[in-house]
């Protein structure tokens, strides 16, 4: 079963940056598409970023020039930097497959974005 290990969260102040990375125990380059999705307490999870097997990168509204997705396929990796860090980004952040069956969910890494 393909794991999916998050890591790179942690408390930051407004304004500040992180580089979350997702390491993936099997191939992503199998994949059509990986994304990082968020979960704010009492909110659904959503998704923030994606990014193809061709390298090509969609953003949510709410995270458009803040944040860059990226991948490494020989490290099975997937990154997610955010930039211009804002109180509305805290949420814990989950990466997985964006199209076909999902992958198991990892634990996630808690971002605070707070002063």
């Known amino acids: 079963q393909v794991q999916v290990v998050e890591s790179g969260g942690g408390l930051v102040q407004p304004g500040g940056s992180l580089r979350l990375s997702c390491i993936v125990s099997?191939?992503?380059?199998?994949?059509?598409?990986m994304g990082w999705y968020r979960q704010a307490p009492g909110k659904q999870r959503e998704l923030v970023a994606s990014?193809?097997?061709?390298?090509?990168?969609n953003y949510g509204d709410s995270v458009k020039g803040r944040f860059t997705i990226s991948k490494d396929n020989t490290k099975n990796t997937v990154y997610l930097q955010m930039n211009s860090l804002k109180p509305e980004d805290t949420a814990v952040y989950y990466c997985n497959r964006v199209q076909g069956v999902m992958l198991s969910w990892g634990q996630g890494t808690q971002v605070t974005v707070s002063s």
């Open positions: 099997g191939s992503i380059s199998k994949f059509y598409a």
């Open positions: 990014i193809t097997s061709g390298d090509f990168t």
